[in-house]
């Protein structure tokens, strides 16, 4: 009897220490900037953690050919895989080489570059901004970039691998991708001048007549006659011509309107 209560002591001692001994559990992963499917591209910045292994772990920008270097097994492709595609592969490399038998891997991108454009030309913040959205659309974008500016022009010119295309900057149907460059391009314009409120350079609608433009023009002056107007207008041939123009004619891009005086 005294054997088995001695037994029984050294057992319920034991315990304890068995607890202190329990395997460590792996963190709860953190939260990564690009989440879900999105793929790793050229110039995105990494985080790598092997748990319980801060040696192996290192921050690295992906190169142009999709490769980070890695402690131990050197230059591993990553590009084109999502982050936990990434770290599933990182773990399997670690493994093949028999450095861990069971790693615990997580990839965090800390700067995301591959999956940008740049907006260009008038464009209240011309730069570059990241895609967000899955399929992100042109309206979005340049809606990022605070919208176009007075002047500009509805087609916007998209350049994708060294090729460009006109684009209505209004449609929602128009899908970019990662490296397409947007330049929104001033739209036209027309001129006028003398006898008018307002003289200077407006932007062109369609179907624009003169007697509107006078309006955008803030009107006649008491000195001005719509009698007196004058249209100069570049031809073809790039020679300027000059002709008397009435109400409603209709005004074309880079024409200059001159309202004269009155006779009296």
Not at 40 to 50: N, Q
Not at 78 to 106: C, R
Not at 166 to 191: A, C, I, Q, W
């Amino acid at each position: 009897m005294k054997r088995l209560i001695t037994a029984l002591v050294l057992l319920v001692a034991a315990l304890p220490l068995q607890a202190q001994q329990a395997p460590e559990q792996p963190p709860a992963a953190q939260p990564q900037l690009s989440q879900g499917a999105e793929r790793l591209g050229a110039g995105d910045a990494v985080r790598v953690t092997v748990f319980g292994q801060p040696d192996l772990g290192t921050e690295a920008r992906i190169s142009d050919k999709g490769t980070i270097s890695l402690p131990l097994i050197g230059e591993t492709k990553i590009g084109g895989l999502s982050s936990a595609a990434a770290a599933s592969h990182i773990a399997d490399e670690l493994k093949k080489g028999q450095y861990l038998k069971n790693p615990q891997v997580t990839v965090a991108t800390t700067a995301v570059r591959s999956r940008q454009v740049s907006v260009l030309g008038q464009i209240a913040r011309p730069g570059r901004y990241v895609l967000e959205e899955a399929k992100p659309q042109l309206t979005d974008v340049i809606a990022a970039a605070g919208g176009t500016v007075a002047g500009a022009s509805e087609q916007v010119t998209v350049i994708r691998n060294g090729e460009s295309q006109k684009v209505d900057g209004l449609t929602r149907s128009f899908e970019l991708k990662p490296g397409d460059t947007v330049v929104v391009e001033k739209g036209p314009m027309f001129y006028i001048y003398g006898e008018v409120t307002r003289a200077g350079a407006y932007p062109l609608p369609a179907n624009l007549t003169v007697m509107q433009a006078i309006t955008l023009g803030g009107g006649i002056t008491p000195r001005g006659s719509d009698r007196r107007l004058k249209l100069r207008r570049t031809g073809p041939d790039g020679q300027v011509v000059e002709r008397d123009a009435s109400l409603s004619d209709t005004v074309k891009a880079d024409d200059v309107i001159f309202v004269k005086e009155a006779l009296f």
